[in-house]
C-alpha cells in the first residue's frame, strides 16, 4: 500500500494507531480484524509491520519520492511534483538521448565549443577522439560538463539543437514538470523537473542494459583516465547500482539512487537534500523493510498433484512464471484457488486455472498444465 506523507498517509497512520493497541499481545495467536473477507487474522508481528508502514523515515530533501523500479509504484513522496532544479541529474536525459540516437562505438571528436562551460570535467581536449559509450561514462561516472556538451553536438549538431531534444523527448515521456535549457545541469532560469518526473525518466533510461552496466561501476579507466563514481552509496550500501548525483548552489544535493536485491529493485529520487545518502539509505531500508517480490507458486502439497477419473496420477504446473510485489505483511495473507476443468483431459493441454487472491481482490489468474507424475 503505497504510502505518502498527503492525507492517504494520514488515513493509514490513524488506522495503523487503532492496532498500535493489539501490539503487547506479544507472541500468541493472531488477532481478528474487522478488514477483508472473509474477516483477516494478523499476528502480532504483521501488525507491528502493518503500523510499520505509517511511520516512513524522516528526510531532509525538498522533495523526495520512494517507488518500487520495477511496476512505478510509488511509496512514498514528498512534494513530488514540486519544480526544482535537477543540477547533474539532467545528464540522465542526455544519456538517454546518446543511446536512442547514437551508438556507443560511434567515433567522436571533441569540438572547441564543448570545452566552454567549466565545473565538473574529464580533462577533454579539443580534437580528441573518443568513443560515445567512453563519453558516457565521462558522463555519468564523474558527471563531467565537457562529455555532456560533447555528446550534445555529436547527436544534434549543436547544444541547442540537442536541448531541443531533450524537451521533446521529455513530452514524448509526459514529463509535465521538467524543461530543459542545457545537456548538463548547471542552474540556469527555466531549468528545472520534479522527483515525479525524474521517476519516470530513470525508469525508461534503466531500460537500456548499457545505462545500468555504465552507472553501477563504482571505477572505470576510460580513454587513460581513471574515472571514480561520484555516487558514494556504490560499494557502501548493499545492493546499490546507480544512478546519478547533482549538486549546485541553487539545486543543493540531489541523487537518484537505485539498489537491488532479491526482493526487488527500488527506486529513490531525492532534490534539494541536506544528507542525501542518510536520506537515500533511509528510504531504501524502508523498501527492503516494509515489501517484496514473490515468485507465484504452487505448494508443494496436494494442490500441485491430481488424480484423473482413471486412477493417473498428474503433476501440476503454472503456465507461466509470475511474480507479485506486495507488503510483507499481506504475504501470508495470499491465497490459492485451483480450479480442474473436468472435460480436459490431462497430458500437457491447459486444463485449468490458478487465482491467487487477497481477501476479495484477484491478484493473479494463470493457467494450470498436467503432467504425468514421475
Known amino acids: 500500500m503505497p504510502i505518502s506523507s498527503n492525507a492517504a498517509g494520514r488515513r493509514i497512520l490513524l488506522a495503523s494507531l487503532l492496532l498500535l493497541s493489539l501490539l503487547n499481545l506479544g507472541f500468541g495467536p493472531p488477532v481478528l480484524t474487522s478488514g477483508g473477507w472473509p474477516p483477516?487474522?494478523?499476528y502480532p508481528h504483521q501488525v507491528r509491520e502493518l503500523a510499520g508502514l505509517a511511520q516512513p523515515p524522516a528526510v531532509t530533501a525538498q522533495a523526495a519520492l520512494l517507488a518500487d523500479a520495477r511496476t512505478g509504484a510509488v511509496l512514498f513522496q514528498r512534494n513530488a511534483h514540486q519544480r526544482l532544479p535537477p543540477a547533474s541529474t539532467t545528464k540522465i536525459m542526455t544519456a538517454l538521448l546518446a543511446l536512442e540516437r547514437g551508438d556507443l562505438a560511434d567515433m567522436v571528436t571533441v569540438p572547441p565549443a564543448a570545452l566552454t562551460v567549466g565545473e565538473a570535467s574529464m580533462g577533454l581536449v579539443a580534437g580528441e577522439t573518443l568513443t560515445l559509450e567512453e563519453l558516457l561514462y565521462g558522463l555519468l561516472l564523474i558527471s563531467a560538463n565537457d562529455a555532456a556538451q560533447t555528446i550534445a553536438?555529436?547527436?544534434?549538431?549543436?547544444?541547442?539543437?540537442?536541448?531541443?531534444?531533450?524537451?521533446?523527448?521529455?513530452?514524448?515521456?509526459?514529463?509535465t514538470d521538467t524543461h530543459f535549457v542545457n545537456?548538463?545541469?548547471?542552474?540556469?532560469?527555466?531549468?528545472f523537473t520534479s522527483a515525479a518526473d525524474l521517476l519516470t525518466l530513470t525508469r525508461q533510461v534503466l531500460g537500456h542494459a548499457d545505462f545500468g552496466r555504465i552507472v553501477a561501476t563504482p571505477e572505470a579507466t576510460v580513454a587513460g583516465r581513471v574515472l571514480v563514481s561520484t555516487n558514494e552509496l556504490l560499494g557502501t550500501y548493499p545492493g546499490a547500482d546507480g544512478v546519478k548525483t547533482g549538486t549546485t548552489d541553487a539545486a543543493g544535493q540531489c541523487l537518484i539512487a537505485s539498489a537491488r536485491r532479491e526482493e526487488g529493485q527500488a527506486i529513490v529520487i531525492l532534490l534539494g537534500s541536506g544528507d542525501r545518502y542518510g536520506d537515500a539509505a533511509a528510504l531504501l531500508d524502508f523498501y527492503f523493510q516494509h515489501y517484496a517480490w514473490r515468485a507465484l507458486e504452487l505448494p508443494a502439497n496436494r494442490l500441485s498433484g491430481f488424480e484423473d477419473s482413471a486412477g493417473q496420477h498428474w503433476t501440476l504446473r503454472l503456465g507461466e512464471q509470475s511474480a507479485l510485489f506486495l507488503p510483507?505483511?499481506?504475504w501470508p495473507l495470499v491465497q490459492l484457488f485451483r480450479w480442474i476443468d473436468p472435460e480436459v483431459r490431462p497430458g500437457g493441454s491447459v486444463i485449468g486455472v490458478v487465482r491467487f487472491t487477497l481477501g476479495?481482490?484477484?491478484?493473479?489468474?494463470?493457467?494450470l498444465y498436467a503432467f504425468v507424475r514421475e
Open 40 to 42: 483477516l487474522r494478523l
Open 153 to 175: 553536438i555529436h547527436i544534434a549538431g549543436s547544444v541547442e539543437g540537442f536541448v531541443a531534444l531533450m524537451n521533446a523527448r521529455a513530452a514524448e515521456l509526459g514529463l
Open 183 to 191: 545537456p548538463h545541469g548547471l542552474d540556469a532560469a527555466q531549468h
Open 328 to 330: 510483507r505483511w499481506q
Open 360 to 367: 476479495r481482490h484477484l491478484l493473479a489468474e494463470l493457467p
